[in-house]
């Protein structure tokens, strides 16, 4: 049983995003959503740094240092873009504007809280750029991330152990393993990847996982 | 795919709805979206509470919308202009309600709503009767009075042009409050004299961009507020 | 003794704004500094209502009714100009990027109290526009008025018994028979119109006017 | 009759003292003004409190600032990115304050400090370490935290073109913190790619209105940042 891979997490969620979303998509596995648009349907991907419209990434040779998004790699404007300064751009995340916050999390806990900028070390740097306002103010907040971490401990929890980013605030998680929406009674399961239980699941999630409902979609 | 565009004003204004807080863009006729407006009052929609620098002149436009008692309450700087007798006379006769904001105050509250910003303090009107009952806070041995942000269920704009995204451009001193009232409301509908594909704007001229832009419709020769009133013409 | 006529009111004004300064004129008189810029130097006019270079008057036929001033007269853009929105505007205002705002008067304090709102008649329309905003931002505020009213009551008051547009916001106050500076110590003469007696000016003041000081310039 | 235009860069930070507070343009290197942050380097003030949204990277542009022990305290919301060995090694030795400031809040801080708003409320960060100690609000049932704007002595920032009256345009992605900090610098100083006449910008697209811009310098050929890293430069 070896789950999802990357992609297949990317393209998972990818498929719940609906057409005509605007979405922010965090640094990491969320940045490989962009990969996976549906047929039929177009997303409008917001960078924090200040461009609704962003594209892939460019051509060998034809980039601009100046057009990169908020992991600071080059990008593409595709057609009907916009530039805009910094408190615009977070005018759209707080303000609500934005349909979709994807996310890599080091903790989600089973009220919703996230912990994804910083593992509270006494060697760390903290630094926490856009996520906190991400969170905040983006209508779904939807978390992509490896199940367990790399020691095999889980990263869905009662309670985070590690500084929060925000309270409350993740809607859904997918995994390698599943797809889990975060609900007033806590996690509840939504869709298993193939060929992988519901107690596999479980056993390594650090809190209670509520059964698929039957009558969900 | 994004569907922005629609066909019709009335289709445009369509679920405006009784009680329906409503921001619309202008300062004086410069900006006003008069043919949203019209559709508006046609539309029939009442109990409204208005979001506007002003109170509309004649009785065309937001001042025949107000003539119609659509409205009940209105939320501006100034509600005092050259050819404004519809509101005065609503005013006095107790028929329409007036909450008077500081031209400055009333943009900021309105950005703050659409920015997520619950809350601010400005220096603006401290001392004065407009400043009267609202908490006052020192900071760094000044004070500053608290105002709330503004949101509308629907803003009304006027544009000089857009794409299909929903990216706008506006014509000089009519731009005013259109790109505050189009982040602060959860509907923002906004006439334009043209549509152009996505692509056809420079992406770095853009003013509002199409995220704050729920709907676009195309009037391409707007009515002009001081014509119709020179004319003496009424709406409906 | 006639004092001085609003133009020569307007044209003294202008003479005290130094070069390159960022002015909002009120409506009324204070349009009339606009047509007295001494040689030598350039102002920048604001208008509050997003534009900053404004021009005079457009030609007959030339204008643009979406091209207006506070007023809601139409106006021109002049080389250097810029658009932008109510909050960009007000933000210049209120954070103190306007050197002067220069606007009529009901009523002005030896305290620096401008009245210049509304009459609080109970019959009266309350109208404020950016007032409020303009004496609580800009650097510096020039009130420009007559020294009466038409009834002959003093404008310049001990106290304002009209509604407040600010508390101890003004600076200088020009009108048909002084220039006078609010100070600490209250209204001090600054400099009398031609053919009027300090006495005369005492009179017409509903509080003490201090004499002008020897070494001032 | 505006005399904005300097002649040299070194000219242009020539007023800078020692514990000022400096607003530096940028998100990593894009719109990041390298030569005017190596002026200041050849200047000497110390005891710097500046405000980015990084720390720079390698030993240039503002990473050599803070090499050269010029920066007592960073307000910053992402100190820690690709090729930044400066910043970390300071602060491990505690030779460096840091205010963690998160992203959005930084921006809304400096704009509200630009427009005078001296304090607003953001949902952003509450029950989190960095809503710790801050006063909590409730407003219609949500909590919310104070945050106070900023303010800054000089602002340092690049755009793409300027006119002679500190009218701006940018680039792209480098626009980013650089209009607000023009609004929010006592004195704002512009290195820009072109300098042009009064008139030959269209004024329906400036970005940062020239009321904002103390001083403009031309800078040509910017250096690129990135590319310096990659060559393993240092300044001075």
Same mark, same amino acid.
């Given at each position: 049983m070896s789950g999802l891979t990357r992609d297949e997490m990317a393209k998972r969620l990818a498929h719940d995003i609906p057409n005509g979303a605007y979405v922010n998509l965090g640094i990491g596995i969320p940045e490989l959503v962009a990969k996976f648009v549906p047929a039929d349907r177009e997303f409008i991907y917001h960078t924090e740094n200040g461009l609704l419209g962003m594209g892939p990434a460019p051509k060998e040779g034809e980039g601009d240092p100046e057009l990169i998004n908020a992991g600071k790699r080059q990008v593409t404007a595709?057609? @009907?873009? /916009?530039?805009f300064h910094h408190a615009d751009s977070f005018s759209m995340i707080r303000g609500g504007h934005l349909d979709l916050s994807v996310l890599g999390a080091l903790q989600v806990s089973s009220g919703g809280d996230l912990a994804n900028w910083s593992t509270g070390g006494p060697d760390?740097?903290?630094?926490? @750029?856009? /996520?906190?306002?991400?969170?905040?103010?983006?209508?779904?907040?939807?978390v992509i991330t490896q199940h367990c971490t790399k020691n095999g401990e889980p990263k869905l929890?009662?309670?985070?152990t590690y500084p929060l980013t925000g309270v409350g605030v993740v809607n859904r998680i997918y995994t390698d393993l599943a797809v889990i929406e975060v609900t007033s009674d806590g996690f509840q399961l939504v869709e298993l990847s193939p060929e992988i239980s519901f107690e596999y699941v479980q056993e390594r999630t650090g809190a209670p996982l509520l059964p698929k409902q039957e009558n969900a979609s | 795919m994004?569907?922005?565009?629609?066909?019709?004003?009335?289709?445009?204004?369509?679920d405006?709805?009784?009680?329906?807080?409503?921001?619309?863009?202008?300062?004086?006729?410069?900006?006003?979206?008069?043919?949203?407006?019209?559709?508006?009052?046609?539309?029939?929609?009442?109990?409204?509470?208005?979001?506007?620098?002003?109170?509309?002149?004649?009785?065309v436009g937001l001042a025949a919308l107000i003539k119609a008692h659509r409205v009940s309450k209105m939320i501006c700087s100034y509600p005092r202009t050259a050819n404004s007798t519809v509101f005065p006379k609503l005013y006095h006769d107790n028929e329409i309600e007036l909450e008077l904001v500081p031209q400055g105050t009333l943009a900021e509250r309105i950005r703050a709503g659409g920015s997520g910003i619950p809350a601010f303090y400005t220096p603006t009107s401290v001392g004065t009767p407009l400043g009267e009952g609202k908490e006052?806070?020192?900071?760094?041995?000044?004070?500053?009075?608290l105002e709330y942000g503004l949101t509308a269920?629907?803003?009304?704009?006027?544009?000089?042009?857009?794409?299909?995204?929903?990216?706008?451009?506006?014509n000089k001193t009519a731009r005013n409050f259109s790109p505050l009232m189009a982040m602060a409301g959860k509907t923002t509908v906004a006439q334009v004299q043209h549509i152009v594909q996505a692509g056809e704007l420079d992406p770095e001229t853009i003013i509002t961009p199409g995220i704050f832009v729920q709907r676009v419709i195309e009037v391409d020769e707007p009515l002009l507020e001081s014509a119709l009133v020179a004319a003496g013409e009424t709406y409906p």
């Amino acid at each position: 049983m070896s789950g999802l891979t990357r992609d297949e997490m990317a393209k998972r969620l990818a498929h719940d995003i609906p057409n005509g979303a605007y979405v922010n998509l965090g640094i990491g596995i969320p940045e490989l959503v962009a990969k996976f648009v549906p047929a039929d349907r177009e997303f409008i991907y917001h960078t924090e740094n200040g461009l609704l419209g962003m594209g892939p990434a460019p051509k060998e040779g034809e980039g601009d240092p100046e057009l990169i998004n908020a992991g600071k790699r080059q990008v593409t404007a595709l057609p @009907g873009a /916009a530039y805009f300064h910094h408190a615009d751009s977070f005018s759209m995340i707080r303000g609500g504007h934005l349909d979709l916050s994807v996310l890599g999390a080091l903790q989600v806990s089973s009220g919703g809280d996230l912990a994804n900028w910083s593992t509270g070390g006494p060697d760390a740097i903290p630094a926490v @750029g856009g /996520a906190m306002d991400l969170v905040a103010g983006v209508k779904s907040v939807y978390v992509i991330t490896q199940h367990c971490t790399k020691n095999g401990e889980p990263k869905l929890v009662e309670a985070c152990t590690y500084p929060l980013t925000g309270v409350g605030v993740v809607n859904r998680i997918y995994t390698d393993l599943a797809v889990i929406e975060v609900t007033s009674d806590g996690f509840q399961l939504v869709e298993l990847s193939p060929e992988i239980s519901f107690e596999y699941v479980q056993e390594r999630t650090g809190a209670p996982l509520l059964p698929k409902q039957e009558n969900a979609s | 795919m994004l569907h922005k565009q629609i066909a019709s004003t009335k289709e445009a204004v369509a679920d405006v709805f009784d009680g329906a807080t409503v921001m619309i863009g202008g300062f004086g006729e410069a900006g006003s979206p008069i043919e949203l407006i019209h559709a508006l009052i046609d539309h029939g929609a009442t109990n409204l509470t208005v979001i506007n620098n002003n109170t509309g002149s004649g009785e065309v436009g937001l001042a025949a919308l107000i003539k119609a008692h659509r409205v009940s309450k209105m939320i501006c700087s100034y509600p005092r202009t050259a050819n404004s007798t519809v509101f005065p006379k609503l005013y006095h006769d107790n028929e329409i309600e007036l909450e008077l904001v500081p031209q400055g105050t009333l943009a900021e509250r309105i950005r703050a709503g659409g920015s997520g910003i619950p809350a601010f303090y400005t220096p603006t009107s401290v001392g004065t009767p407009l400043g009267e009952g609202k908490e006052v806070r020192e900071i760094k041995g000044r004070n500053y009075v608290l105002e709330y942000g503004l949101t509308a269920d629907f803003s009304l704009i006027k544009a000089r042009k857009a794409d299909t995204h929903g990216n706008l451009l506006y014509n000089k001193t009519a731009r005013n409050f259109s790109p505050l009232m189009a982040m602060a409301g959860k509907t923002t509908v906004a006439q334009v004299q043209h549509i152009v594909q996505a692509g056809e704007l420079d992406p770095e001229t853009i003013i509002t961009p199409g995220i704050f832009v729920q709907r676009v419709i195309e009037v391409d020769e707007p009515l002009l507020e001081s014509a119709l009133v020179a004319a003496g013409e009424t709406y409906p």
